[in-house]
């Protein structure tokens, strides 16, 4: 894979600056926050059973000239890829997610996310994990509640295990397992692979959608489409048909969705899979 950015002026302003900033924790929160926020989470390729590529290039142009967004292995390998250009210690890292399940349950480590170190303390970015993608850095080596523009977030230890959890309704729920094992590229290969390609992958074949924005969330699940409020009940609602979605990625996630042949009719198959209790 390259790994070089191809380019990082028009990549920083969009996240809002017109120079690179200094390699602060400030910067970072600021970084996190304008990448969630500007680019959202999608897995219209993944639907469309299209590669996945990993070069940097092809991410940059995707994000910035394709008016697209991408999943964990796209996203934080960029934003990987920006922090090390600013001069943080920074490297990927991988999960295995385990939201909606038994956290102790031993699923696929397919998801990336970044550990970075600054003044000698050690966190955790990640602008890829979705709907539930932490709007800030949280500290990794203390157990306290951490707060976010959004949700509370908090990593405990179990086994030598790291546990990332956010607080949802009320209660403590893990979202992914992971440690901090050094990653090699061949292991972002595999993952993405797998991710894009597996019959039991969860997005083969899948739409899914989520952007933040100041106390809000909105999410895409195929036809489900829901906004989430800071201190208020969700709001959902079924899309009918695939024009409805394709106007909802365009209107609510900012997508410049692709032009493909196939699409409308990929969309309109998850959407009858499900009304008939397909997975």
Not at 145 to 171: C, F, K, M, N, S
Request: include cysteine; hydrophobic fraction near 40%.
């Amino acid at each position: 894979m390259t790994d070089t950015l191809t380019d990082i002026a028009l990549y920083l302003q969009r996240l809002g600056h017109d120079r690179a900033p200094p390699p602060t924790l400030e910067t970072l929160r600021a970084l996190q926050q304008r990448h969630t926020a500007t680019f959202p989470f999608e897995t219209l390729s993944t639907l469309l059973h299209l590669p996945v590529p990993l070069d940097l290039p092809a991410i940059q142009h995707k994000l910035l000239h394709e008016g697209r967004g991408g999943y964990c292995y796209e996203l934080n390998r960029v934003f990987l890829a920006l922090l090390q250009h600013l001069g943080f210690d920074a490297r990927g890292l991988t999960a295995r997610v385990v939201m909606g399940g038994p956290e102790d349950e031993l699923t696929a480590r397919t998801h990336l996310l970044v550990l970075v170190t600054v003044d000698g303390q050690r966190h955790i970015a990640d602008v890829g994990f979705g709907g539930m993608v932490p709007t800030a850095p949280l500290r990794l080596d203390t157990e306290d509640v951490q707060t976010t523009p959004h949700e509370p977030y908090r990593i405990t230890r179990h086994d030598g295990l790291h546990i990332l959890r956010a607080l949802v309704a009320g209660e403590w729920r893990a979202m992914y397992v992971f440690d901090l094992q050094p990653q090699a590229e061949i292991d972002y290969i595999v993952g993405n692979w797998y991710v894009s390609t597996h019959p039991d992958s969860p997005f083969l074949g899948q739409l899914r959608a989520a952007r933040t924005g100041p106390g809000w969330r909105r999410t895409l699940n195929n036809g489900s489409f829901a906004l989430h409020r800071l201190g208020h009940a969700s709001e959902r609602r079924s899309l009918p048909d695939a024009d409805a979605v394709i106007a909802v990625l365009q209107d609510e996630f900012g997508i410049r969705v692709p032009d493909h042949p196939g699409l409308r009719a990929a969309i309109d198959a998850r959407m009858r899979a499900e009304s008939s209790g397909a997975s």
